[in-house]
Every structure is written in C-alpha cells, then in structure tokens.
C-alpha cells in the first residue's frame, strides 16, 4: 500500500470523507451576467486570511505601552527584516477587506439576497461589518502616532456624546484621559476579543451561506438565462484565481507605497492639522460636522447621532420591510435606499477629505 493509499484509509476509517465528498459534488454555484458579485464575499475573507497572518507576526514585535507603543512600530518598519513590509500589508489588507466587504454588502443588497431564507446571513453579514469597523478602530490607535491618538479621541468623544455613551467611553479609555490602559484596552479587542467574535460570526456566515446556496438575481432566474457549476473544483478554482489578482494587487500597493507613520502622539500638544478618521469613518464624521450646535432643542451631535441610529436601524431591516412577499413599490424603496446609501457614502466621504486637506 503505497502512502496515499495509506492516507486514504485512515482518514476513510476516521472521518465520514464519503458525506464530505458527496457535499462538495452537490454544492452548486450560480452562474450568470451579475454573477461576478458573488467573488466580493470571497475577497473579504482572502483579506481577512491575510490579516491574521500578518497580525500575528506583528505580535512577535509590537509591545503595548505608552512608553512602547510607537517605538516598537518604529523599530518594526526601520530594524526588523521585512517588518515595514509586514505592516504594510497589514495595513493594506485591513483597507482592503473594508472595500470588499462595502461592496459585497451593496451587492447582496441589490440582489435581495437578504430576502427569506437568508436574513439571518444578512444579519450576521451586518455584525461582521460592524466588527471589521471595530478592528479598524481598534488597530489605528495601537501606533500611538499623532493622527492616530487624536482621530481616536475624536471617535470616543462621539460615542461619549451618545446617550449611555460615556459608560462605553470611560471602558475604551481606561479612565477620563487617553493613556497607556487606552492602549491596552485597544489592544486586547483587537487581537482577542473582537478576533474571536469575527471567527464565531464568520463562521455562521459560511454555514448560512452552505445552506441556502447563493442566491439568483430575481429578473436572471425568471428569464431562466443562468446555468449551475460544481462548486469544487470549478468555482473554487476561479475563486483562488481572483485571490491571486487580490494578492498581486496588494503586493504592489504594499511594496510601493508602505504604510505611513507619523511621529509619536503627544497628548498635551495641539491636535495636528487635518486630524481626520479613517476614510470608512469620513462619511458620519462629515454628517457630524455639519450639524449646528443645536438642532429641536438638543446638541447637533447628539441629533446626528440618532439620524445615525434610525437610518442604521432601517437598513438593518430592510429583510423586515421588503420581504420576497413585499409590493413592486416596497421594491423600489428598497432600490432607492441602496441608491441613497451609496451615494451618500462616496459624496460625504469625498466632500470630507476635500473639507479636511491634510
Ligand atoms: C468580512 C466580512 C464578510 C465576509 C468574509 C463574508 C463572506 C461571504 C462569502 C464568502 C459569501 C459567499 C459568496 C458571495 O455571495 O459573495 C457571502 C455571502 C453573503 N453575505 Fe457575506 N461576508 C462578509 C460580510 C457581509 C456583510 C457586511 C453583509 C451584509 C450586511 C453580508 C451578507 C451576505 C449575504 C446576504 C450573503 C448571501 C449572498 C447570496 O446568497 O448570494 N456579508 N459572504
């Protein structure tokens, strides 16, 4: 008996690799004119993978600590060997998957994908957004550079504003003042507790989706003008050739323009000029801005903030207000929200960067 003959046996004797074989032969993958969409989910987890490898070799250098913080990513992009090329993929990749995943969304959100039976891949799709926004949030202030501490304070002076927000403000902080618990509270969400509940709704992500298959646009599947293809090997072959393009893409990104880092945060300086957030924080930063100090009696803020929290509210439960039973005019709603939606994110996160020049 030769070694793979060997191997076979075992595993035959072990695992029921005949139920595996026969899922993977019956798991079918539409195919059709919208179908390139179904890669974007695929492309944020390709990131995803990416960022835990690269975040773990982080961690053989980053030190937490007021006093360590900037100095270990100083010394990690000047000293280590590759450590600036290490960070610069991590970084790239961590913007990377935001982009796939904003995409991804929209389109599961025009294809009605979160329609009956799959509300629940929607819902924990939206939990995995929030926390892939959580680990942005959480990586950017662990550099302690200038823009970084400030754009943080920025952020947890906003949750402050919300009601109950202050409670969650005083835990982020450690304290009413940024400091060296900040930093290791960031810390442990980063690497451990946002990591592990990212795994466990990733997880149910995947398992929803294996359920249900992915879904065929409504106009593609009346018209009848699509055709099945056996997930492995074929779907899964030009899923790994879009995460090479993926790999090549961020490979030039990273090599040709490395992550920047500014010089160490100094908390009793002057917030730098053009302190911004992230781009996937530009759009609510700008809403904000723009609200006056006082809008129906309460503080603009606190006013933009709820405008926030309904408008999220309505997306979240769009599978609630356009279910696949809903009216042609719910449907059209439900196009023009998508519409709004994305418009409003380019438009306010473009007018942001234009109104904050660095
Ligand atoms: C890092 C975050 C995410 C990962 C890794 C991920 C992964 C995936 C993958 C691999 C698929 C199957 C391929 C596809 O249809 O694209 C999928 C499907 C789906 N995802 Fe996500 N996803 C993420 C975030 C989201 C978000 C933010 C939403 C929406 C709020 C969402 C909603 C859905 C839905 C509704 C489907 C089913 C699509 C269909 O039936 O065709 N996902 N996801």
Same mark, same amino acid.
């Given at each position: 008996?030769?070694?793979?003959?060997?191997?076979?046996?075992?595993?035959?004797?072990?695992?029921?690799?005949?139920?595996?074989?026969?899922?993977?032969?019956?798991?079918?993958?539409?195919?059709?004119?919208?179908?390139?969409?179904? !890669?974007?989910?695929?492309?944020? #987890?390709?990131? @995803?993978?990416? %960022?835990?490898?690269? &975040?773990?070799? /982080?961690? *053989?250098?980053?030190?937490?600590?007021?006093?360590?913080?900037?100095?270990?990513?100083?010394?990690?992009?000047?000293?280590?060997?590759?450590?600036?090329?290490?960070?610069?993929?991590?970084?790239?990749?961590?913007?990377?998957?935001?982009?796939?995943?904003?995409?991804?969304?929209?389109?599961?959100?025009?294809?009605?994908? !979160?329609?009956?039976?799959?509300? #629940?891949?929607? @819902?924990?799709? %939206?939990?995995?957004? &929030?926390?892939? /926004?959580? *680990?942005?949030?959480?990586?950017?202030?662990?550099?302690?550079?200038?823009?970084?501490?400030?754009?943080?304070?920025?952020?947890?002076?906003?949750?402050?504003?919300?009601?109950?927000?202050?409670?969650?403000?005083?835990?982020?902080?450690?304290?009413?003042?940024?400091?060296?618990?900040?930093?290791?509270?960031?810390?442990?969400?980063?690497?451990?507790?946002?990591?592990?509940? @990212?795994?466990? %709704?990733?997880?149910?992500?995947?398992?929803?989706?294996?359920?249900?298959?992915?879904?065929?646009?409504?106009e593609i599947e009346k018209s009848g003008q699509?055709?099945?293809?056996?997930?492995?090997?074929?779907?899964?072959?030009?899923?790994?050739?879009?995460?090479?393009?993926?790999?090549?893409?961020?490979?030039?990104?990273?090599?040709?323009?490395?992550?920047?880092?500014?010089?160490?945060?100094?908390?009793?300086?002057?917030?730098?000029?053009g302190v911004k957030p992230e781009w996937y924080?530009?759009?609510?930063?700008?809403?904000?801005?723009?609200?006056?100090?006082?809008?129906?009696?309460?503080?603009?803020?606190?006013?933009?903030?709820?405008?926030?929290?309904?408008?999220?509210?309505?997306?979240?439960?769009?599978?609630?207000?356009?279910?696949?039973?809903?009216?042609?005019?719910?449907?059209?709603?439900?196009?023009?929200?998508?519409?709004?939606?994305?418009?409003?994110?380019?438009?306010?996160?473009?007018?942001?960067?234009?109104?904050?020049?660095?």
């Open positions: 008996m030769n070694v793979k003959e060997w191997l076979n046996r075992f595993l035959e004797e072990r695992l029921p690799v005949k139920e595996m074989k026969d899922l993977s032969a019956h798991k079918l993958v539409p195919e059709h004119k919208q179908a390139v969409w179904y !890669y974007f989910g695929g492309i944020s #987890l390709f990131f @995803f993978i990416i %960022l835990v490898f690269t &975040g773990m070799v /982080l961690l *053989f250098q980053y030190q937490p600590g007021l006093e360590s913080s900037h100095a270990s990513v100083l010394r990690i992009v000047t000293k280590v060997d590759f450590g600036w090329l290490i960070r610069s993929v991590h970084s790239w990749a961590a913007n990377l998957m935001l982009v796939a995943v904003f995409i991804h969304m929209f389109s599961v959100y025009f294809m009605k994908a !979160y329609q009956k039976p799959r509300e #629940l891949t929607w @819902f924990t799709g %939206l939990g995995l957004l &929030g926390l892939g /926004l959580g *680990f942005g949030f959480t990586g950017y202030c662990l550099v302690w550079d200038d823009m970084a501490f400030f754009a943080t304070k920025i952020g947890i002076d906003i949750v402050e504003g919300i009601p109950g927000g202050s409670y969650v403000a005083h835990i982020l902080r450690g304290g009413p003042d940024m400091g060296g618990l900040t930093i290791q509270r960031m810390f442990a969400l980063h690497v451990v507790i946002i990591p592990w509940i @990212f795994i466990g %709704l990733l997880s149910a992500h995947l398992f929803f989706l294996q359920i249900h298959g992915n879904k065929i646009p409504e699509y055709h099945k293809i056996p997930f492995f090997p074929n779907f899964l072959l030009s899923d790994l050739y879009v995460w090479l393009i993926m790999l090549n893409l961020l490979a030039v990104l990273a090599a040709l323009f490395p992550w920047h880092l500014g010089a160490e945060a100094d908390a009793l300086a002057p917030a730098p000029k924080f530009m759009a609510m930063f700008q809403l904000l801005k723009l609200m006056p100090s006082q809008v129906a009696g309460i503080s603009g803020e606190l006013f933009g903030n709820m405008v926030f929290g309904v408008a999220g509210l309505f997306w979240a439960l769009v599978p609630v207000w356009n279910p696949a039973t809903a009216s042609g005019r719910r449907a059209k709603l439900a196009t023009y929200v998508g519409l709004f939606g994305i418009v409003w994110l380019i438009g306010f996160t473009i007018w942001g960067y234009m109104a904050h020049p660095v």
